[in-house]
């Protein structure tokens, strides 16, 4: 499967923050999602493993209650329900890959 990027428009789905689904198949699924400075996603959990690459930006991320700041080029793997939530700290960028595939979020 190939996916042009300015074939796929960008959704928002809160405040302040959009996503575009880059590309899925089998049981992997690629998210970008871009957040506005201060944008928040609370504490959440799901199932699904996720992997987080900051692409653009800065973000305060809390991931089973400790808090660190991720910048561009830092990662972090999201082990299935585990509490985790996400902070940018300026206009930013991350991409999220999830196994399963995240069906919510399409």
Same mark, same amino acid.
């Given at each position: 499967?190939?996916? *042009?990027?300015?074939?796929? *428009? +960008? /959704? ?7 996503? /575009?689904?880059? &590309?899925?198949?089998? &049981? ?5 999602? !871009?957040? +506005?400075?201060?944008?928040? /996603?609370?504490?959440?959990?799901? *199932?699904?493993? @996720? ?10 991320? @809390?991931?089973?209650?400790? /808090? ?11 082990? &299935?329900?585990?509490? !985790? ?9 991350? +991409?999220?890959?999830?196994?399963? @595939? ?5």
């Amino acid at each position: 499967m190939i996916i *042009k990027s300015n074939e796929v *428009k +960008l /959704k928002n789905i809160d405040d302040g923050i959009s996503k /575009k689904v880059i &590309s899925h198949g089998g &049981s992997l699924m690629g998210v970008e999602f !871009h957040f +506005l400075r201060g944008a928040v /996603k609370g504490i959440h959990f799901h *199932k699904n493993e @996720q992997l987080s690459y900051i692409l653009k930006g800065s973000f305060e991320v @809390q991931l089973e209650g400790k /808090k660190e700041i991720l910048r561009v080029g830092d990662s972090c793997y999201v082990k &299935s329900n585990a509490s !985790h939530g996400i902070l940018a700290l300026e206009d930013s960028i991350v +991409l999220n890959v999830f196994t399963p @595939q995240v069906n919510a979020i399409y």
